[in-house]
């Protein structure tokens, strides 16, 4: 069968949930992890990343009001502060089953997404004690794309349960297969135009970048293709 690619996005965005965790990183000075300023997991079908989905804030301006989003990376969240928000995209090769199981699941949770709520007892259990609780038909972002991906016959943490699974875990797994890591707003498809209209709920707050013409590649930046 014929092979095919995911994308799964490592963030972090200028906000205060992401403060939060960049200064708990800073602070393990004794036990430092690779990419443990990143705070934010998402999932992807296709690198353009305009149709990304994870659990989030479906507001940008109350983080309270979570539950499963689509994502894009020229609006929402990411676009608040795009000369400060990285990423960094890691592409994972799947089988023609196991994407199309990928794909399946992810238009199921997205079909019953009222029937799903945030983890917030999970990711502060996380964020406290660096393991998570369980609650029943509730994710954060990194326990969900993990339990996708092993619903979907791929289990890159061998064995170990989605809710303890952080957004660095991703990174450290996956480091050899990143294609980008820099700032957002110089991703080489960040000027791409994307057809999947607005990805977050409040429409009317979305905020969306002014685009650059020419993207551009730093020396910070990351970038195999």
């Not at 023609?96 to 949770?109: A, G, H, R």
């Not at 339990?147 to 061998?158: K, R």
Request: aromatic share 12%; net charge positive; with cysteine.
């Amino acid at each position: 069968m014929e092979n095919k690619k995911i994308e799964i996005v490592a963030s972090y965005t200028d906000t205060v949930p992401g403060k939060i965790i960049k200064f708990r990183a800073a602070m393990k000075f004794w036990n430092r992890y690779s990419g443990d300023t990143y705070s934010h997991i998402s999932l992807s079908r296709d690198s353009k990343l305009g149709n990304m989905m994870s659990f989030a804030r479906k507001e940008i301006n109350n983080p309270f009001n979570s539950g499963l989003i689509k994502e894009d990376i020229r609006t929402g969240m990411f676009a608040l502060k795009p000369d400060v928000s990285r990423i960094a995209v890691m592409e994972l090769k799947v089988s023609e089953q196991q994407y199309n199981n990928i794909s399946s699941l992810m238009d199921y949770y997205w079909q019953n997404k009222d029937n799903y709520k945030f983890n917030f007892v999970g990711l502060t259990s996380m964020l406290i004690y660096g393991k998570g609780i369980e609650v029943p038909n509730s994710f954060f972002c990194s326990q969900w794309v993990a339990t996708v991906l092993q619903a979907s016959g791929i289990d890159i943490f061998d064995g170990k349960k989605p809710k303890d699974i952080r957004p660095f875990d991703f990174y450290g797994a996956l480091k050899d297969s990143i294609i980008y890591e820099g700032l957002t707003v110089q991703y080489p498809e960040y000027n791409r135009e994307v057809s999947y209209g607005n990805t977050i709920s409040d429409q009317s707050s979305a905020q969306k970048i002014k685009r650059i013409s020419t993207p551009i590649v730093s020396k910070e930046s990351k970038l195999w293709r």
